[in-house]
């Protein structure tokens, strides 16, 4: 749109310079016909004082440049009126002209028509002052007005270019704003790109060391196992020696102690996370070692609750031996002279919120509680001592059969509060 305007102004431009150059030349053709009328007095003259001829030729001078008039006569100032005024007048001229040399007389009469002939030229030059002014105030005039609008618009377009140079630069500013910022983030991007294949190469590197070290600790947990059972196979083999029950009743309660430990290993190395052993798994395995060393023979019921998913090994290692040592003790005391009975599991909580554990049977109970609050067997003071291993409280139900509840000290002081 602003390349059209342009366009349009310079098109109007020209055409107002060509009108300008045409009323130019209309000026200069009408300041001749003016002069060639004025110098007809002066031909009359010396056509009627020296019998020359110039008369003759001014008047086809007058002629020649007054019958051209109507050519420029194209935005309609008068030429054609005042061409047909002044061939009038001439016309009129040539007369008086010709009376006045056919007389061949100094006279009064000759000096009128001089002085008419004169009055004519007069008229003849006022009418073409006429038109000059004519052409002044509509020609030039009007092209004066033209122009002062083209000049309007001038200054409009210099302006309009103005701001639109200004909108370019602050475009181009932008761009290159936009440009600089895109470069400093692509090469953010090619830094972090690096970054992060560094990062990845030192990840790699970590899990594979850390698949090795699982590998590791699972050979190491498997080897503890494999010792665990060897030296479980060297006391039972001792035990083939030992004739006195109470001594037999001792390794089979170290061996159960041993098995216990061994399966806590055991349980790791099986474990695809060796951070959480399955405890069900671990309690399941638990209880039918237990059952096959003590040889059960009474219909025996499991009161099971496991809500425990996962735990660690610093914890399931004391809280399996513990297990162990209560279970172990129902078998050899809790059904004496009986047909059947149950064995109460309840586990819930997490390692980090504190667990409650709820372990016994519905046996014959302890004869004295003494026997609990000041224990003299190994198999009490180990159970307590596994409960301060778990930084847990341990308490003995009261009424039928031995039931323990142990809660975990985070348990405990979040129930108190």
């Keep these: 749109m602003f390349t059209a305007w342009?366009?349009?102004?310079?098109?109007?431009?020209?055409?107002?310079?060509?009108r300008l150059a045409d009323n130019v030349?209309?000026?200069?053709?009408?300041?001749?016909?003016?002069?060639?009328?004025?110098?007809?007095?002066?031909?009359?003259?010396?056509?009627?004082?020296?019998?020359?001829?110039?008369?003759?030729?001014?008047?086809?001078?007058?002629?020649?440049?007054?019958?051209?008039?109507?050519?420029?006569?194209?935005?309609?100032?008068g030429l054609e009126k005042l061409e047909r005024n002044l061939l009038t007048l001439l016309h009129n001229c040539d007369s008086l002209h010709t009376q006045a040399l056919s007389a061949r007389v100094v006279d009064d009469n000759a000096r009128m028509s001089e002085a008419v002939i004169g009055v004519m030229a007069q008229q003849a030059g006022s009418q073409v002052e006429a038109a000059v002014r004519n052409i002044h105030k509509a020609g030039l005039g009007r092209e004066t007005a033209v122009m002062n609008r083209q000049w309007s618009e001038v200054q409009w377009m210099l302006m309009l270019a103005g701001l639109f140079a200004m909108a370019c630069a602050l475009l181009a500013a932008w761009v290159a704003r936009v440009l600089y910022r895109s470069r400093e983030r692509s090469k953010l991007l090619a830094r972090t790109g690096v970054e992060l294949e560094r990062a990845y190469r030192e990840l790699r590197e970590t899990m594979l060391s850390k698949e090795e070290k699982e590998v590791m600790l699972k050979e190491i947990h498997h080897r503890v196992k494999n010792?665990?059972?060897?030296?479980?196979?060297?006391?039972?083999?001792?035990?083939?020696?030992?004739?006195?029950?109470?001594?037999?009743?001792?390794?089979?309660?170290?061996?159960?102690?041993?098995?216990?430990?061994?399966?806590?290993?055991?349980?790791?190395?099986?474990?695809?996370?060796?951070?959480?052993?399955?405890?069900t798994s671990y309690l399941n395995c638990l209880v039918?070692?237990?059952?096959?060393?003590?040889?059960?023979?009474?219909?025996?019921?499991?009161?099971?609750?496991?809500?425990?998913?996962?735990?660690?090994?610093?914890?399931?290692?004391?809280?399996?031996?513990?297990?162990?040592?209560?279970?172990?003790?129902?078998?050899?005391?809790?059904?004496?002279?009986?047909?059947?009975?149950?064995?109460?599991?309840?586990?819930?909580?997490?390692?980090?919120?504190?667990?409650?554990?709820?372990?016994?049977?519905?046996?014959?109970?302890?004869?004295?509680?003494k026997h609990w609050e000041k224990p003299k067997s190994l198999g009490m003071e180990l159970i307590k001592t596994l409960a301060g291993q778990l930084d847990a409280t341990l308490e003995l139900e009261p009424g039928p059969g031995t039931v323990f509840e142990l809660r975990t000290i985070v348990q405990e002081v979040r129930k108190r509060a």
């Design 25 to 77: 030349e209309l000026l200069d053709h009408l300041s001749q016909v003016g002069t060639t009328i004025d110098q007809l007095a002066t031909a009359h003259r010396h056509d009627r004082d020296a019998g020359t001829r110039d008369w003759a030729v001014k008047m086809a001078q007058a002629h020649a440049a007054i019958g051209t008039l109507h050519a420029y006569d194209s935005e309609g100032l």
């Design 6 to 18: 342009d366009i349009s102004l310079m098109d109007r431009a020209q055409r107002m310079q060509q």
């Design 288 to 369: 039918r070692d237990l059952v096959s060393a003590y040889n059960i023979r009474l219909k025996l019921h499991m009161d099971v609750d496991i809500q425990v998913k996962t735990l660690g090994v610093d914890t399931l290692t004391p809280l399996g031996l513990l297990i162990n040592e209560v279970i172990s003790n129902s078998f050899k005391h809790a059904f004496n002279g009986r047909d059947e009975g149950t064995i109460i599991v309840h586990l819930s909580g997490t390692e980090q919120g504190g667990l409650y554990l709820r372990l016994g049977d519905d046996g014959i109970g302890l004869p004295d509680r």
């Design 227 to 279: 010792n665990l059972q060897i030296v479980r196979s060297l006391i039972r083999f001792q035990t083939d020696k030992v004739e006195d029950p109470r001594t037999l009743e001792l390794f089979n309660e170290c061996v159960n102690r041993v098995g216990a430990m061994a399966l806590v290993h055991e349980q790791t190395y099986l474990s695809k996370d060796l951070a959480n052993i399955d405890v």
